[in-house]
């Protein structure tokens, strides 16, 4: 199953999750890694496992 947002080839860290989903949504790349880690370090929000789950379904990306 994959969903139908790519990752970044331009804008990203490691594998460009995040500044795919920041793409997507017209959203401050930095301001979405800041909420993802401060969300990772939470004990209720599993930052890592759905980094790694959103890694494998979100498709590869696109060059412009």
Do not use: C, Q
Not at 44 to 49: E, R
Request: hydrophobic content about 55%.
């Amino acid at each position: 199953m994959k969903i139908n947002i790519h990752r970044s080839a331009h804008n990203r860290v490691f594998a460009g999750v995040l500044g795919g989903l920041a793409e997507h949504f017209n959203w401050n790349a930095n301001v979405t890694r800041l909420l993802f880690v401060i969300l990772t370090i939470t004990p209720m929000f599993p930052g890592l496992i759905a980094y790694l789950i959103l890694w494998l379904l979100m498709k590869d990306p696109v060059e412009d």
